[in-house]
């Protein structure tokens, strides 16, 4: 990248911490945790307290090729996530960076950082005599640009891949970190939080921490002066000679930098605290995978069991529809039947009215007895039923009903007085239609109409 170290040239010095030779590593979720005894006395007790066997050594999660050779390569990981962002108001007056020659405007200069896992800041700025120029590296006072003279026009930091907190690394100094220094504006957590991304942005970084001095940061390239002071690097594998208990650290962190395998999942963008001079609190960033991603679309279904509810509802609905509408349909028949029976008892009743009149009560008394018993003493006669659900006071007295039965049977006898009354009531009617109980024949004149002789009975 422009003058950046190469690979080889990033690990260079490293001694035993370097990757081992030959090792291909793909993207992977590593897992591995110390125990309790880590960092211990001893290099052996140090090792025994990982699962392994042995200490991880720095990028052994990173994807790679090619380690022990001069094909050595780092590969690019899909995921990148914006830690910093000059958009945002994070200044960017990053000094200590290298001169990308090649990448002459603001896009091309983003495409090279996002595409180097080496490279933890990018910044597109304007020089007064040089023009338009593009640097990237780790980078060093972001917040005041040391002096600088130039003017920033786009750039950020970033983290490429993922971070694993392996183990806290508060309390003693950790041995040959290179410090940073004291960040200027914010209070301690936000200058804490800025120490935290510079690690978490810088691959090669396995360990931060923040207290005396300020911060404090594993960065071998700067630490061994380019190379220059080879010994000048953290212990591996680390024991507690490693540490400088004259020194105490408020906060820091022994990680591990890797790339997880790739999904189809995007992530939702989150904030992480621009640098000085408006200092904000600092979290992960906002992750923006460097190839296309699809992302869910369109609206989500309802739970199945609001599905099921509504379908509970409908058919409560449907039910209590059907019983209403029986009931309102029995409600109607019986209304019906009762005006019907109220229509026939008054019809009965005014009929009743007709016949037990003045008059004929009259002419009932003068026929008694109207019935009599076919084959036997036409003195003996039948009792009528109760009139109007009141007892019968009259003996031998007949209802309408039974007159209608003698009628029918042929029984019935008429003295000349019922006759004559039946006659008077009945002049100037015309016929009735005819009856039933003849067989259609027509209904024989009723008394009165010509040719009906007074005291004559039907056979």
């Not at 035993?16 to 979720?29: E, F, Q, S, Y």
């Not at 090649?102 to 180097?116: A, F, G, V, Y």
Request: hydrophobic content about 30%; some cysteine.
């Amino acid at each position: 990248v422009g003058g950046a170290p190469s690979a080889t040239e990033a690990v260079s010095g490293l001694g035993a911490d370097a990757p081992d030779a030959g090792v291909v590593v793909t993207d992977h979720v590593p897992t591995e945790l110390p125990g309790p005894g880590f960092p211990g006395a001893t290099a052996e007790e140090s090792n025994a307290a990982w699962p392994s066997g042995k200490q991880p050594k720095r990028l052994a999660a990173w994807p790679q090729a090619g380690a022990g050779s001069e094909n050595f390569t780092l590969h690019h990981c899909w995921k990148t996530t914006v830690l910093h962002d000059f958009q945002t108001g994070w200044p960017d007056l990053c000094v200590g960076l290298f001169h990308a020659e090649s990448e002459k405007d603001l896009q091309s200069c983003k495409n090279i950082c996002w595409s180097d896992p080496r490279c933890a800041i990018w910044q597109y700025n304007e020089l007064p005599e040089a023009g338009h120029q593009c640097w990237v590296g780790a980078g060093q006072h972001c917040g005041t640009g040391n002096g600088g003279d130039f003017k920033v026009l786009g750039g950020q930091r970033l983290m490429h891949g993922e971070v694993r907190v392996l183990k806290p690394m508060s309390g003693a100094r950790i041995v040959n970190l290179y410090n940073v220094g004291e960040f200027s504006g914010g209070d301690v957590e936000t200058r804490t939080l800025r120490c935290k991304g510079w690690c978490y942005s810088l691959i090669s970084c396995q360990y931060w921490q923040y207290g005396d001095g300020g911060c404090w940061v594993d960065a071998p390239f700067y630490s061994t002066d380019k190379g220059m002071l080879p010994d000048k690097v953290v212990q591996y594998p680390l024991t507690t000679s490693g540490l400088d208990n004259s020194s105490n650290m408020s906060a820091g962190e022994m990680i591990q930098h890797y790339c997880p395998p790739q999904t189809l999942t995007t992530y939702a963008p989150a904030e992480y605290a621009p640098a000085e001079p408006a200092p904000l609190p600092m979290s992960l960033g906002d992750t923006v995978p460097s190839v296309p991603q699809r992302a869910a679309s369109g609206p989500s279904m309802p739970p199945v069991w609001v599905w099921g509810f509504l379908l509970v509802l409908m058919l409560a609905g449907v039910a209590a529809s059907l019983a209403l509408g029986g009931e309102k349909r029995r409600r109607r028949s019986s209304r019906a039947t009762k005006g019907r029976r109220d229509e026939d008892s008054e019809d009965e009743e005014e009929e009743d009215e007709e016949t037990f009149d003045s008059d004929g009560m009259a002419a009932q008394e003068q026929s008694r007895p109207l019935l009599g018993d076919p084959g036997s003493d036409s003195s003996r006669a039948w009792p009528a039923p109760p009139h109007r659900g009141e007892p019968s006071t009259k003996d031998g007295a007949m209802n309408r009903g039974d007159f209608h039965d003698a009628y029918r049977s042929g029984n019935l006898q008429l003295s000349p007085a019922v006759v004559q009354h039946a006659a008077s009531q009945m002049s100037g009617r015309p016929p009735p239609p005819p009856s039933p109980y003849f067989g259609g024949r027509a209904t024989p004149p009723m008394p009165g109409y010509p040719g009906m002789q007074a005291g004559q009975a039907w056979r």
